[in-house]
């Protein structure tokens, strides 16, 4: 009989990964940053432990919505007084801050508890191409290549 191996902290290995954002549909560029950021990608993934990789994500002011996401998607937050509930159209959003569309996006993936805290701690968003990770070698990831319909054309 075969006994689950459970990956321990220090077995852990973690690697840097660079993904261009550019013309890339957000929900599935999203959810593949997603199972990086948790290790699914592995072959040692541990649900309860945090074995995923860094993931630094360039020009995410170019992520496309498809159809007419932009105009009817709506963020809602509230503000802690009475009646106070926000809504804020992506495009507003896109507009204010680029990099929080892709942001909300996966961390809405991700568990809501320290362990989805600290594995949303690996993920950086840059709105342009420039990044300051150059130092740690990331792994140029293609997203586009892995399937036609994660690369859109505005």
Do not use: F
């Amino acid at each position: 009989m075969k006994t689950t191996q459970s990956v321990k902290a220090s077995e852990i290995k973690r690697q840097w990964y660079l993904i261009d954002a550019e013309d890339l549909v957000l929900g599935r560029l999203a959810s593949r940053i997603a199972a990086i950021l948790r290790g699914k990608n592995k072959t040692n993934y541990t649900p309860h432990m945090d074995c995923g990789d860094y993931v630094v994500v360039i020009n995410a002011d170019k992520v496309v919505l498809t159809g007419s996401k932009w105009a009817k998607k709506v963020y809602h937050h509230h503000t802690g007084y009475i009646g106070g509930i926000k809504d804020i159209p992506a495009e507003a959003v896109k507009q204010a801050h680029p990099e929080r569309v892709l942001y909300k996006a996966v961390e809405r993936m991700l568990s809501r508890n320290k362990l989805g805290a600290a594995q949303l701690k690996k993920l950086r968003i840059y709105a342009g191409p420039e990044h300051q990770h150059a130092a740690q070698n990331p792994q140029v990831l293609d997203i586009g290549a892995q399937n036609r319909k994660n690369k859109r054309s505005v």
